[in-house]
């Protein structure tokens, strides 16, 4: 229930947010493969969480939701 233990959710604007990596996981033969990549909560990855129009990769665990407000926590208000 509390966060106390988690201190790695990405926070609106935090540099975390669109600030990964994008993996490329290869078959045997050298071949792109067509992973789905979810977050931890397993929530579809990358989701443009800065609004530019580019998806990419959330820093961690969690992947950062706009026009929700939010990530892997359902009501940030008893976090901030």
Do not use: C, H, M
């Amino acid at each position: 229930e509390a966060l106390e233990d988690n201190l790695y959710l990405p926070a609106i604007g935090s540099p975390l947010v669109d600030g990964g990596i994008t993996p490329v996981f290869l078959d045997d033969e050298g071949e792109p493969l067509d992973l789905k990549l979810t977050d931890l909560e397993g929530r579809d990855r990358p989701i443009d969480g800065d609004g530019n129009t580019t998806a990419l990769f959330d820093i961690g665990a969690y992947e950062v939701f706009p026009g929700i407000g939010e990530s892997a926590v359902s009501d940030w208000s008893d976090y901030q």
